[in-house]
T-cell receptor, first 112, second 114 residues
């Protein structure tokens, strides 16, 4: 069963606009969430994370929002830049387990 | 470069052959993880080590797969009698450990079984 879901396989956004990537989860035991960016032929690169005790975390152009009641999180990138074009993965952890559970990814294309 | 490194970056082998991959974690990290990623999917957990102890293995890790971390530093992942279904990107990650730990990934080893 897919415990972390990214229902949009792709997203295209104009440079300078906001990119919003969404993620839903089903396991209520998840209490820590991370976003990774992946370029082709490279490993995932950590972007930003959020604990379940918070509803927002911001780091420069990247902000993650968590809605626990809806089991939904989103990553906002503003302003979007061409270098942001990559596949973005949402991942989740439980407090008692060390393994990350990943979604299937969303391919972001930032156009000029 | 003090990030996670993996070797080789690419491996092509024939079905039935054995292959071994190496991962060198970030030096102060005591946890090391192996994941596998196939096309169109996110990485899937295989196994992890706390220092030299292998603490968890996924059901994806069949008896043809074995991982070691003999001195709590680098790790190897061996696949015996490879099958075409083993073709994937094998990713290694490391972390300091603890709640909410961030795992940092290496570049991966892409395996193609012919």
């Amino acid at each position: 069963d897919q415990q972390v879901k990214q229902n949009s396989p792709s997203l295209s956004v104009q440079e300078g606009r906001i990119s919003i990537l969404n993620c839903d989860y089903t396991n209520s035991m998840f209490d820590y969430f991370l976003w990774y960016k992946k370029y082709p032929a490279e490993g995932p690169t950590f972007l930003i994370s959020i604990s379940s005790i918070k509803d927002k975390n911001e780091d420069g152009r990247f902000t993650v929002f968590l809605n626990k009641s809806a089991k939904h999180l989103s990553l906002h990138i503003v302003p979007s830049q061409p270098g942001d074009s990559a596949v973005y993965f949402c991942a989740a952890l439980t407090g008692t387990a060390s393994k990350l559970t990943f979604g299937t990814g969303t391919r972001l294309q930032v156009t000029l | 470069d003090t990030g996670v490194s993996q070797d080789p970056r690419h491996k092509i082998t024939k079905r039935g052959q054995n292959v071994t991959f190496r991962c060198d974690p970030i030096s102060e990290h005591n946890r090391l993880y192996w994941y596998r990623q196939t096309l169109g999917q996110g990485p899937e957990f295989l196994t992890y080590f706390q220092n030299e102890a292998q603490l968890e293995k996924s059901r994806l890790l069949s008896d043809r797969f074995s991982a070691e971390r003999p001195k709590g530093s680098f790790s190897t992942l061996e696949i015996q009698r490879t099958e075409q279904g083993d073709s994937a990107m094998y990713l290694c990650a490391s972390s300091l450990g603890g709640l909410g730990e961030t795992q940092y990934f290496g570049p991966g080893t892409r395996l193609l079984v012919l």
